[in-house]
């Protein structure tokens, strides 16, 4: 389990201290609307819109905690999540070593890794003498596990520099905002302060949906006043909010379609020039739609040429049999793939884990 830094907390250092009876969580409260400077936020957004909404979700703990500019760190791990059950295996009856290309092509591994696992498993079966389907199940999945291991796919949030700051991309559909959600309410049950932002500012669909996951994730949220207004006002003002309040991390959701790549590349140059005139961005998530099979590949080639991609996050996982695009993207883009979303229910969220996931793909269903 991967182990990150974050703020060291009153609780933290004195857990005999009193809890108060019949007080709430947290207090809600509507902060009154903010006028951010352009010359803040960037030097090409003199015409951009600078007021936002901010409706803030913060404690009598946090209103009344002092300024710290090296905060106290403590080294923690997330709550234990695991993809249990969520993936779906490549066989549906025994398995056939001789059919194993073919299937792993219609799982979207693609031809050539294709070809080069099914040749590997039959020369590494003839060295062992393995040939009943218990043993090639399990000579296969050592075989995926280790093709799919990295070093690097643990989440940037070790550095100590607060708050850290994830910006997630992807296109509309893929799960994205449902992602962000879900990693807030992951992180909160870890004992973190997390702020997200609603900067995907086009789709007043997006703003409510990403307001619904801030309430289930019990986190606050920058959101604009009205469609269409300034992203990059509404991450600068979400970064402001994680600095004031000393959340532990922001996250902040990013526009999911616009006309043209370089429409995009400008937008994402401008959330983070405004992020990073206050601290620097720690993860630049990618979504991706299992479901969407070679598509997916497309799209992740478009937003790795317009953003600083740093990891990716598949979801769907378990609404489909084509969890081979997993292995192809981060063959082909190197890049890992750091968390998987394979269910619905707001727990349905882990670490990535090649042996979890080799385990899953030739499992006996």
Known sequence: ????????????????????????????????????????VAPVEQEAETKTQTTALKSDTVANKAE???PDLVSVELPKRSLGTGIRSLFSDSMDIDELEDILILADFGVETAEEIATELKREANRQG?????????????????????????????????????????????????????LARWLKDGDWEVVLGAADTYR?????????????????????????????????QTV???????????????????????DLMDELGKIRRAVEKQTKISEVLLV???????????????????????????????????GGILYALQ???????????????????????PEEFAKGLVAKK
Do not use: C, H
């Open 1 to 40: 389990m991967f182990k990150f830094l974050k703020r060291l907390r009153g609780k933290d250092v004195d857990a005999s201290a009193p809890e108060q009876e019949n007080q709430p969580a947290a207090i809600i409260e509507v902060l009154p609307e903010l006028d951010v400077p352009a010359k803040d």
């Open 68 to 70: 710290s500019k090296e």
């Open 130 to 182: 393995a040939t009943t389907d218990p043993e090639l199940r399990l000579l296969l999945k050592d075989l995926l596990a280790k093709r799919l291991s990295r070093t690097d796919s643990a989440l940037n949030l070790d550095d100590g520099t607060l708050p850290y700051v994830i910006l997630v991309v992807g296109v509309n559909g893929a799960g994205k905002t449902t992602t962000i959600g879900k």
């Open 204 to 236: 007043a669909a997006a703003v409510d949906q990403l307001e619904t996951w801030a309430k289930r994730a019990d986190s606050p949220i920058v959101k604009p006043v009205k469609e269409g207004a300034d992203p990059a006002s509404v991450a600068y």
């Open 240 to 262: 402001e909010m994680a600095i004031r309040t000393q959340a532990d991390i922001a996250i902040i959701d990013t526009a999911g379609r616009l006309q043209n790549k370089k």
């Open 288 to 322: 991706i739609d299992a479901t969407n099979g070679q598509n997916a590949m497309s799209q992740a080639r478009a937003f790795t040429e317009v953003a600083e991609v740093t990891g990716i996050v598949m979801t769907k996982l378990d609404g489909t049999a084509k």
């Open 331 to 353: 063959k082909e883009l190197n890049l890992p793939i750091k968390l998987v979303g394979v269910g619905e229910q707001i727990n349905d969220f882990a670490f990535f884990s």
